[in-house]
């Protein structure tokens, strides 16, 4: 695993100067990431490749090699292996296509390629797969998709390469790092799982995304997630849940789809965050990343304005939190900083309040009174938003809008930050919802940015935001219940899924 994701050298093997192919992409992405390694392009032609010398053949390379990543055709795949064992090369990376997926002949001829490197010291990813990236101790950007990935502490497995593009897209989006990131393709040799318990001991990996069609080893996968989740959050999708998806799966990779309820069943056995949509993971993982775990399920709502918490109630009430009134003593302490109409209930509706302080005034007083395990604070960013117009307004000069704009601007900002600080100090989740419109601020000094700073996730409507505290808190729940006989009924279900 380390000759995967830590190699000090790497051979590129179907190395080519046309840019429409990948043995062009895929090198040029390693090159212009950065890599810090030494890189060794190989082709029978040899040549140059854009200035750097192109090996004929592996063995011409006359330095030791931990990696090799190859993009050949898949009849040369086969002795293009074999010669990388001769090398003594530990791992490959397999991005061709063209075998078990496509039926009988082509899994025959992958079989032979992965007895061939086990049988020389070698193992594989793959093939077909998208490739890998790795942020640590320097950037491996070993993909197909051509997106600048961040470092961070996200672990991605997917058994999809255009889906772990989309995924790993949508985490660059939200300002979310990845530390590991593997298409683990047609998984002839190395599994899902072995990439799992990599990450298990990954010490960049902090909460771990799977995308998953079916399993090789599903009382290994179960027992591995139960034991992994304890420390280290598992967000899942699960592909191939219909029949007609599960058909789909087994002619995209091979994989045989298990069968939906009992997968869903183990996951929930296993601790392991079981979610519908791409978003959805981003939106948990994010959670997971920078809010702490919930003691409990006891939500406060506060809004701006009132149809948020009327949504955002309905919502909780469905996702199984609790959304309870707040009690007489704790309303009288919300009487000194709120004015006379406010709601006087759960969820609190600031009805657009004109000091910014009484937002975060009324958060403190909610954590310091109210039996409250985690709170919403909704319809942020107006402010930011409205000061924006003012400086774009075509009306009011720019001189007469630039103090008042700064002021209002600096004034949200300083909510932001406050509301990151109570998070530090009370150690519950705060979880800030900012209007969709704030996500397309590109100022380095928007309400985003600052929270992003801050390594908070935010979120543009309720619905996202009370979907991934309801997915945290039934996670953090889970382990509060544990008991043995949970381990057991994980090991009789997995049987069910053995293929």
């Known amino acids: 695993m380390k000759a995967i994701f830590e190699p000090r050298s790497v051979a590129f093997i179907g190395a080519s100067s046309d840019l429409f192919k990948w043995g062009f992409n895929i090198l040029h992405h390693i090159i212009e990431r950065g890599y810090a390694g030494k890189i060794h392009p190989v082709n029978p032609n040899g040549g140059t490749w854009f200035g750097r010398k192109v ?35 530990r791992a490959g990376i397999v991005i061709t296509a063209g075998f078990s997926e496509t039926g009988a002949a082509g899994a025959a001829l992958e079989r032979e390629i992965v007895e061939t490197a086990i049988r020389g010291g070698m193992r594989i990813v793959g093939p077909n797969t998208m490739g890998v990236f790795s942020a640590y101790p320097c950037i491996l950007h070993a993909l197909m998709g051509s997106m600048p990935l961040t470092a961070g502490n996200v672990g991605l497995i997917v058994q ?19 530390s590991r990131l593997v298409s683990s393709g047609n998984e002839a040799d190395l599994t899902l799982e072995d990439f799992l318990e990599y990450l298990e001991h990954d010490p960049h990996t902090h909460v ?67 979610v519908d949509t791409m978003d959805e993971m981003i939106d948990v993982a994010g959670m997971l990343l920078s809010q702490p775990l919930p003691a409990g399920s006891r939500v406060g709502i506060l809004t701006m304005g009132g149809g948020w918490g009327v949504i955002a109630t309905d919502l909780c009430i469905r996702e199984g939190l609790l959304v309870e009134p707040l009690g007489e003593a704790v309303i009288r302490k919300l009487d000194r900083v709120l004015p006379p109409y406010w709601s006087r209930g759960n969820p609190i509706d600031l009805v657009a309040p004109g000091n910014t302080r009484t937002v975060t005034d009324t958060v403190r007083i909610l954590l310091e009174h109210a039996a409250l395990d985690a709170v919403l604070v909704m319809g942020l960013g107006y402010m930011f938003l409205r000061a924006r117009r003012w400086l774009m307004s075509e009306v009011v000069p720019k001189e007469a809008a630039q103090g008042p704009a700064e002021h209002l601007m600096k004034a949200e900002l300083e909510v932001f ?75 009789a279900g997995a049987e069910l899924l053995r293929p």
């Open 55 to 89: 090996f004929s053949d592996v063995n011409e390379i006359p330095a030791p090699v931990d990696l090799a990543i190859i993009v050949v055709k898949d009849s040369l795949v086969l002795e293009t292996v074999r010669k990388c064992t001769a090398k003594g090369i």
């Open 160 to 178: 999809s390469g255009n889906l772990g593009s989309s995924i790993s897209y949508r985490f660059l989006r939200r300002k979310i790092g990845i």
């Open 208 to 274: 771990i995304c799977l995308y998953v069609e079916g399993l090789r080893q599903g009382e290994r996968f179960f027992r591995l997630a139960r034991r992994i989740a304890k420390t280290k959050p598992i967000v899942l999708i699960k592909g191939g849940r219909t029949e007609k998806g599960a058909q789909a799966a087994l002619s995209h990779t091979g994989a045989m789809a298990s069968n939906d309820g009992v997968f869903s069943a183990l996951c929930r056995q296993a601790g392991i965050i079981q």
């Open 417 to 491: 930050g406050l509301i990151a600080d109570l998070i530090g100090e009370f150690g519950r989740p705060i979880v800030p919802v900012v209007d969709i419109m704030a996500f397309d601020i590109p100022d380095q000094r928007g309400p985003l940015a600052c929270l992003e700073s801050r390594g908070i996730t935010a979120y543009p409507s309720p619905e996202p935001a009370v979907r991934a505290l309801a997915r945290v808190t039934a996670y953090a729940k889970s382990f509060r219940e544990d008991a043995p006989e949970k381990r057991d009924r994980i090991q």
